[in-house]
């Protein structure tokens, strides 16, 4: 097991799924930050609950029942993607949790469709969500980065990540999210290294 801020300990992680809030926004690439966190909220059992952080939150454990289990705080900040580091930064202080404990879950254009990467700091690239965490935390925190490929032809990159995912991509939709739950909880338990090793295709 790698010592890069993994471990049992006593505070629990916690997991930001990116996207914006209501419902036309639901289905979008820009959004799939979120539908991870629906579903690694629907393993823990529990239901989101309005936080006065501006967020949603889910407070659970991930990985196998025991030792290696640990507690996480995944939450869907409910202000819109480029004011998520005000959320972020106020369920940190709530819930005490040092920046090597914080996991942010994001679309990529710069990675093909489905492929992830697992990384801890770096650059925004671009994206406004990441822009306002890092603004507001540093860049420490880890990112697992959820690829949706570049836009067709000359479609600007702002209407490419606010559309849906194309039909083609919805077949395999539940499949590649569920794989990003399944590297949001390796990077947790069994850290970066080995969690990279699997999920970084």
């Known amino acids: 097991m790698t010592t890069d801020g993994v471990g049992a300990g006593t505070g629990p992680w916690l997991v930001v799924g990116l996207g914006n809030p209501g419902p036309e926004y639901a289905g979008n690439r820009h959004n799939v930050g979120f539908m991870v966190a629906d579903l690694l909220a629907e393993r823990t059992g529990a239901r989101f609950k309005a936080h006065k952080s501006r967020a949603q939150v889910v407070e659970g454990r991930v990985g196998a029942p025991g030792v290696s289990s640990r507690r996480v705080v995944v939450a869907k900040p409910m202000s819109f993607m480029n004011l998520s580091g005000g959320p972020v930064v106020a369920l940190r202080d709530f819930y005490k949790v040092p920046v090597e404990r914080i996991v942010v879950v994001h679309d990529e254009l710069d990675i093909d469709y489905g492929a992830l990467r697992l990384k801890r700091g770096g650059g925004d690239n671009g994206h406004n ?20 490929g570049r836009p067709p032809g000359r479609m600007p990159v702002a209407d490419f990540v606010l559309k849906d995912f194309s039909s083609a991509e919805r077949k395999e939709l539940s499949y590649e999210v569920d794989r990003a739950a399944d590297a949001v909880e390796s990077l947790i338990v069994d850290g970066l290294d080995r969690a990279q090793s699997v999920y970084n295709s």
């Open 129 to 148: 969500g990441l822009k306002s965490i890092t603004k507001a935390l540093g860049a420490d925190y880890y990112r697992v980065r959820f690829g949706i």
